[in-house]
């Protein structure tokens, strides 16, 4: 009779800590996912400044206030931003 509880409660150990192992793989996995896009690349400021170079007059009002934005976004001025 106790080998039977002795393997039944070993068989409930056994399935516990399966269980466990599997939700630490699934927390792990989600971290790696959040890390993983967290390494996203930001987007490229020369595309922006090429955009705003070609389409506006330097130093016209719509062109300040595009430059003033992709400040905000990037938050520095842009290596190549002058005309």
Sequence with gaps: MGDILDERKKGLEEKYFH???KEAVEKMREKMRVAEKAKAPAPPRCNV???MKSCMRPRSSRWKLM???SVAVYGSIPAN???
């Design 19 to 21: 269980r466990k192992n």
């Design 49 to 51: 400044l090429a955009a």
């Design 67 to 69: 430059f003033a934005i």
């Design 81 to 83: 931003s002058s005309s």
